[in-house]
């Protein structure tokens, strides 16, 4: 049986997601590049001609399957090229040739940090800019497959996002996108579920300072794990924790706005409510919720852990 084939390109990248990519497990890189065909990628292919491989999938010589971009996309070649052509460019001639394009990270999802640079303004993601359906291709642009643009948006995504999702696409499987175009089998769920200090979140013992096992990130540190769809606290990052396990807010680096944010360990307030409450809360359910939580408060919570039960 023929293998299906991957094709992998960086536009405007810090090649996080490659590096990422690197330490899959179950499967493994090479585990799953012995299932498919590895066309080139610029980090591992030394061998390989970019040029003539491209030249050949344009002349329909050589199929691709999968289409993975890691990086922004730009048309301008001062900023990137790849032999005469830009990303840009690339992606026009590849877009109508391929079964699934999947934009690996938030730069190839939503523009992110590249994006923000005001000395080009032609950046942005492959079928978003920040919020805005608005990117490179078309926003009713589809594949041959009939997908849209894939994204595992994350700074960097987790390696087993995009390996769970390429072994659906090549299974066959159905996978359900939503209004972001992520799968929504991992992007349904928030960064905030699972977290080992929810305790504390629920009973609203605050912390004030990093460096501590208890108390929670999200009022005073700038946490944004109650708004931020990702599966960072339900597939851990090396099998082992997460930036909230970790004593580290979360960022929000899945999301359509992450490097929009200020300060991101500051959480603003007025008149000492949060400007964002988690998802699907009112601001007068917050308040109230968080007034009996006080009022009714949980000795456990204001122990150190080490003093508890």
């Known amino acids: 049986m023929t293998k299906k084939t991957l094709l992998w390109l960086q536009g405007l990248s810090c090649n996080g997601n490659s590096q990422s990519l690197l330490n899959a497990e179950n499967p493994s890189f090479y585990e799953i590049f012995s299932k498919i065909d590895l066309i080139f990628h610029p980090e591992i292919s030394y061998k390989e001609d970019i040029e003539k491989?491209?030249?050949?999938?344009?002349?329909?010589?050589?199929?691709?399957?999968?289409?993975?971009?890691?990086?922004?996309?730009?048309?301008?070649?001062?900023?990137?090229r790849i032999g005469d052509f830009s990303i840009g460019d690339i992606v026009l001639k590849l877009k109508d040739k391929v079964d699934y394009i999947i934009a690996a990270g938030n730069c190839a999802s939503f523009g992110n940090i590249p994006a923000t640079f005001t000395g080009n303004p032609d950046v942005k993601g492959l079928q978003f800019t920040f919020k805005e359906k608005k990117g490179f291709l078309p926003p009713d642009f589809k594949t041959k497959s009939g997908y849209p643009v894939i994204n595992i948006p994350g700074c960097p995504m987790h390696p087993a996002w995009f390996m769970q999702t390429l072994i659906a696409l090549l299974e066959g499987r159905e996978i359900l996108l939503d209004e972001f175009n992520r799968p929504k089998e991992l992007f349904m769920y928030l960064s905030h579920d699972g977290c080992i200090r929810n305790e504390y979140f629920e009973w609203k013992a605050e912390a004030e300072e990093f460096g501590h096992k208890e108390g929670c990130l999200f009022y005073n540190l700038g946490c944004r794990g109650p708004m931020t769809h990702a599966p960072c606290n339900k597939i851990l990052w090396n099998r082992i924790s997460s930036k909230t396990r970790a004593g580290m807010p979360c960022i929000g680096c899945t999301e359509f706005d992450f490097p929009l944010k200020e300060n991101f360990f500051e959480t603003k307030k007025n008149m000492g409510i949060p400007e964002e409450v988690p998802l699907g809360v009112s601001k007068r359910a917050y308040i109230t919720i968080t007034g009996v939580a006080k009022t009714l408060?949980?000795?456990?919570?204001?122990?150190?852990?080490?003093?508890?039960d």
């Open 53 to 80: 491989i491209l030249n050949k999938v344009l002349s329909g010589k050589k199929k691709v399957n999968f289409l993975v971009i890691e990086g922004s996309i730009t048309t301008d070649k001062r900023f990137h």
């Open 297 to 308: 408060k949980n000795e456990r919570v204001s122990k150190k852990l080490e003093e508890t």
